[in-house]
């Protein structure tokens, strides 16, 4: 089966590109929020994450303490990325599992804030970078979460810059409320349905 990634920088509208696809009858893998819930779920990551970064990572009621692994790895990349090898490879399990499910689908899509950044993409046939202009991002992050343009763009630096992901990314969709989106992922879809029929 035909496995598309799709990325894009915090606030650059990945998701709502993403929801496109399902009302066109597509599956898609949210990486995230599967992340989330493996956190809780899958024993051998709950495991590692305990001995990788102490006791207090759970409750006693077994729910994953995020208070206290943000306090460790928020500021401290090394940190960040220790938990990042913890969960990446459950997360790839979690998805060729969830591949093998979806049965009569031309194609699905895996959606993945890190595509990149975790080599995801190497997992994936096509990838789709969103891009948005970045004070536009800014804005969007900021009024869905409540917090300031700085707390925005520290988040920002955590992820490869939009010319970086656009080097490694096999299309481009411009999400600038200027350039009409929905034409753009029919375009795709097109492509996307004839390479799954050449297969």
């Not at 998701?15 to 899958?42: I, S």
Request: with cysteine; charged share 30%.
């Amino acid at each position: 089966m035909l496995k598309i990634g799709i990325t894009g920088g915090i606030g650059s509208g990945k998701t709502t590109v993403c929801r496109v696809f399902e009302v066109l009858g597509l599956p898609v893998f949210y990486a995230d929020l599967e992340a989330k819930a493996l956190m809780h779920t899958d024993v051998l990551l709950r495991e590692d994450i305990i001995k990788g970064f102490g006791g207090d990572s759970y409750s006693e009621s077994g729910e994953l303490n995020r208070k206290y692994i943000s306090s460790i790895v928020f500021n401290d990349n090394e940190q960040l990325a220790k938990l990042n090898a913890l969960v990446h490879p459950a997360v790839y399990r979690a998805f060729d599992r969830w591949v093998n499910e979806q049965k009569g689908a031309p194609y699905v899509l895996k959606e993945a804030a890190l595509l990149f950044e975790s080599d995801s993409y190497k997992m994936c046939d096509e990838t789709i970078l969103v891009k948005s202009p970045e004070d536009l991002k800014v804005k969007r992050i900021m009024e869905r979460d409540s917090i300031t343009a700085e707390e925005v763009k520290l988040r920002m630096k955590r992820q490869l810059s939009d010319e970086q992901k656009e080097k490694l990314a096999d299309y481009t969709i411009i999400n600038d409320e200027h350039v009409l989106v929905i034409p753009q992922i029919l375009t795709l879809h097109q492509h996307f349905l004839t390479q799954s029929n050449d297969r």
